[in-house]
């Protein structure tokens, strides 16, 4: 039976919640209101680091990259990754604009899966009741039997509606995508969702051009940030780019169309880095630094495998865009995960 410890958090806030031994102190606090900057939940980018100044906590070991061995000195460890092993006390940046949503437990059932691309669909799961979310975050997507979960960012818009969609790309022997979601998950299936996670987005509201990146499946949050961004201000400047190698890889293309018809100020540039003849040819770093002579006062998201978030924030920061206004979500195949899948 685990044991409850008490965490008391000190800050700019300060609060006070139950942990079980076995429970990351993360979870502790999204599920009590006490909402700290998260974004991939592995234990890999550093974002959720807390300093702990009384009692103690177990880890694993955590790469001198994503916090170094002096913030680790200095008792620094990360939330998402320790569970305590007494009564402690952290000090935490609890002044973040990180989302506040609560985190939940949910069963939602499939109501539809529909192909999208090549080895690529969405899934729509439909939970009992709308869930309170950011746009850019994700959910954890337990895989049956597995004892492993996958993180999917929500690609619909927060709305009062109850369905969920996720983008799922199949991973060659991926235990998720090749040997569940595209082997044998089919509508009418239940699945347990845990969540939402991260803080992709911090300033929607801002009102300078908004640069939208994505890779691959890495359109998904993009697509709930761009609509989001555009049911609050119809008319907002957004420019969306979509990088594939392939075109069979594109997709909803005529959708962005669509949405570029009903609101003037939004482009869609489809970007195919290995084929030509659909698209743009090359990278979406490549099109935006053609498109744009500077990117002072805009904003970007950008999400994707590493490669290209990397390229991308290049081609933003050598167009003079502030690099406090370029919000990143890297995420890879699920044989070497480290943040979001997609
Ligand atoms: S290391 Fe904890 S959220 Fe990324």
Known sequence: M??????????SVSASVECADDQRLLDAFLRNNVYLPNSCN??????CRVKVTCGSVSAPTVDDDVLTPELQAEGYVLACQSTPDSDVTIEA???????????????????????????????????????????????????PGAGLSRPYSMANPPSTDSTLEFHVRRVAGGTATDRWIFDSLSSGNRVDLRGPWG?????????G??????????????KSIALEALSLDPEREVHLYHGVRYADDLYES???????????????QPCVSRETGVGRPGYVGDAVADDFATLRGAVAYVCG??????????????????????????????????????
């Open 2 to 11: 685990s044991v409850r410890h008490r965490v008391q958090v000190s800050g």
């Open 42 to 47: 592995q234990g890999t980018c550093g974002t």
């Open 93 to 143: 940046p609890t002044e973040s604009s990180a989302p506040r949503h609560r985190l939940r437990d949910l069963t939602g059932t499939v109501s539809e899966i529909r192909a999208l691309a090549r080895d690529t669909v969405a899934v729509f799961v439909d939970v009992t009741e709308p869930l309170d979310f950011s746009a850019g975050q994700y959910m954890e997507i337990t895989v």
């Open 199 to 207: 803080d992709f987005v911090h300033d929607l509201e801002t009102t």
């Open 209 to 222: 051009p908004m640069i939208l990146l994505a890779g691959g499946t890495g359109l998904a949050p993009l």
């Open 254 to 268: 005529d959708f962005w169309r669509s949405i570029g018809v009903a609101h003037p100020g939004f482009r869609y």
């Open 305 to 342: 495998p590493p490669a290209m978030v990397d390229g991308a924030i290049k081609a933003c920061r050598r167009r003079r865009m502030s690099a406090r206004h370029i919000h990143r979500e890297k995420y890879t195949p699920a044989t070497e995960l480290a943040s979001v899948e997609g």
